[in-house]
């Protein structure tokens, strides 16, 4: 495989995984806030409580 092509796909699939946690991390902060208990929301979205009180904090 070409160096250009290589490094394009590492690229985007780097991209894609962050647009995915962005998207999860949206997600949880919006049940947070309909007050959904944390620790349902860290089963579901599969994030340490610790990740989601510092969503929360922010």
Known sequence: MEYRAYI???AREE???RGRA???AE???NLLNLGIP?????QAA???IEEL???KSK
Do not use: F, P, Q
């Open 8 to 10: 394009y796909i590492e």
């Open 15 to 17: 991209g894609e995984a």
């Open 22 to 24: 962005e998207g999860k």
């Open 27 to 29: 997600t949880a902060l």
């Open 38 to 42: 944390i620790e349902l929301i860290a």
């Open 46 to 48: 599969k994030l340490s």
């Open 53 to 55: 009180e510092k969503l």
